[in-house]
């Protein structure tokens, strides 16, 4: 049995820090005898410079046939000013959206050995453990129509349109619940129902929804008040269900509460448990190419991918206490450096990962 | 010269601490000589148990003829499950589109005596000073179409538009880089240009009317990032301006960013500063009737009104430095009661701000 997994580093720190993960996959694969296959591609402005489309049809291809991603991360200024459908974030967009991966988690954990990264007060963080269940092809990410138009007076106006349809929010609320039920049986639903028409059929669906999950508990909150209640009192929270939208902000939030979102991995789900992983941080280009930036959030989207689409739990579980021991040794990349632990770069981090396998 | 004030209790805690900032509204009326009449009305869910009306005309006639409004809170589980139209807030955006009250101020301000109430670390938040410009007539939360429809194969799909037009982009963009010059000449703009084109004329016309205040910096965040941000590193914004739903979801952030949203009030203003002001904090069903809610957000949005709306700044100063003394005595309500401080009620809370008068 070979299963084959795409490697897609994209832009700015992307190809620096998927280079660590990569390493550190087929380490596992050896070690667990995986039969893994890897291969490569070109996503995002990395694709553009090549090719002059953000997601190659060469790509999209490849990503189809293969059982899993890894992705690193794209966009950057160099390529802010094309218009809309050819920047770097469709590429994104478009794997998303081909491949039907509706269903995003992202966690927020909080690391002991890193709690005073955060900027909160260690007794509000300290074993913070959310898990962010974001909708992730539908909502006004993808709403038709959109665009600018030329109203009347002759002034121009921008548009996008936020759509639900039941069967869109049904889909994302199963995954949810299932999520709540493995973890405290407490699943919150944000919207703004009191406002948002589109949201008040999104809380209407959860609630249907709810009277299949007796073991689980239903509450609603609206997203402004879930963006307070985030700050204020995180641990309140385990399971989130939200739009594309609201996810998009919350799940940023929710990750800065720990402080290091350099650690924290995500995966994109369909409804065959193909998937594609990436970190939750972003691209960023004013650190790329200098070795600086933290792979570990990377090499963690790596085990979620063995966890969730490749179903090797077991290699899953060494890659995050390896990632658990380097930490204990001290080692850090420079978003998470403190007093009296040693500063690595990105690849003496991914090294250190291989060594503690 | 005699100007109008029109009180709107509304609901929740709404009565309670809009009854405090009366008295304390009645006092700097006599001590300063301002010439203010006090009209009370109905909203919300107040208005509508009396009128079956969220906004009855007799409230939006007296609001149109005011010179400014103080309100409380609108809202509440009993009016839950009224169709969209009929909901209690559908009365205060009924007030702010009918009044074209588009730039609603939302200051996020730690007091230094509250600094401890604050899930932030000190370092992190003492000094805290943000301004939210939020553009509060359109936007999503206006835009049509929206609604409910039945798609082809008979399930229903929920629909909301995100709109703006280059005249309400510059319109609430020229407040907010007015409101930069003010202050440290720092203005941070957040959009999602790389997702929504609605958000890429917003940061166009930014980008256009900078060239007119060349005085002030202006930057672009995304409003993920931003949400982040501003867990991270708040005091990195001096002045914020968004669209109506990112500002809603930022600014109850960065209000509690502060640990102490019940100290914190606002303004929606339209082009003839005629202004509605309330505190930043909803109708808090939970606590309503006790006499525990905290008056202060309300009596300072008061304070707000006289400088914004009435032009009195020496009577809104005589206001805050009240509130501000209150807090040295070690007064506090149950919100940001902290160990060794002095418990009151709301009715107290008031006194003592009239007696600092
Ligand atoms: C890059 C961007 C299109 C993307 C999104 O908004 O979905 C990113 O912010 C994310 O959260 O994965
Ligand atoms: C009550 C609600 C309609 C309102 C809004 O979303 O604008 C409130 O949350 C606010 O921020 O003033």
Redesign the pocket.
């Known amino acids: 049995m070979s299963r084959s997994v795409l490697m897609l580093p994209g832009d700015g720190i992307g190809p620096e820090i998927v280079a660590e993960a990569e390493k550190v996959l087929k380490k596992v694969n050896e070690q667990f005898e995986l039969g893994l296959q890897f291969d490569h591609g070109l996503v995002g402005g990395a694709a553009i410079d090549e090719t002059g489309e953000p997601l190659p049809g060469k790509t999209l291809d490849r990503a189809e046939k293969s059982d899993a991603i890894l992705l690193g991360a794209?966009?950057g200024p160099k390529w802010d000013k094309l218009e809309m459908a050819k920047r770097p974030?469709k590429g994104?967009?478009g794997l998303r959206s081909n491949l039907k991966l509706f269903a995003?988690l992202r966690p927020a954990i909080l690391y002991p050995q890193l709690a005073s990264a955060s900027s909160l007060k260690p007794e509000v963080v300290s074993g913070l453990d959310i898990m962010i269940v974001r909708e992730?092809t539908g909502g006004i990410?993808f709403g038709q129509p959109r665009g600018v138009r030329k109203l009347e007076g002759g002034e121009r106006q921008g548009y996008n349109t936020y759509v639900y349809s039941e069967s869109e929010i049904r889909r994302i609320g199963r995954v949810a619940f299932e999520a709540a039920q493995q973890r405290s049986g407490k699943l919150c639903s944000v919207d703004k129902a009191n406002v948002l028409e589109v949201t008040v059929l999104w809380r209407e669906i959860m609630d249907d929804l709810a009277k299949e999950y007796p073991d689980v508990e239903l509450s609603h909150m609206y997203v402004d008040n879930a963006a307070m209640q985030l700050v204020r009192a995180p641990k309140q929270f385990d399971v989130i269900v939200t739009g594309?939208m609201f996810g998009?902000i919350l799940?940023?939030e929710a990750a800065m509460l720990t402080g290091s979102i350099g650690m924290l991995p995500?995966a994109s789900l369909n409804s065959e448990k193909q998937g594609m992983y990436?970190p939750?941080h972003?691209s960023a280009p004013d650190i790329a190419g200098q070795g600086i930036a933290n792979p570990l959030a990377t090499i963690l989207s790596g085990a979620m991918m063995l966890r969730y689409s490749l179903g090797e739990e077991k290699a899953a579980e060494a890659i995050e206490a390896a990632v658990s021991k380097v930490l204990d040794q001290g080692l850090r990349t420079a978003d998470i450096m403190s007093e009296g632990a040693k500063q690595v770069s990105t690849r003496e981090m991914g090294d250190a990962v291989l060594a503690a396998l």
Chains 1, 2 share one sequence.
């Open positions: 794209v966009g974030e994104l967009l995003n992730l990410y594309n998009d799940s940023d995500s990436e939750c972003g």
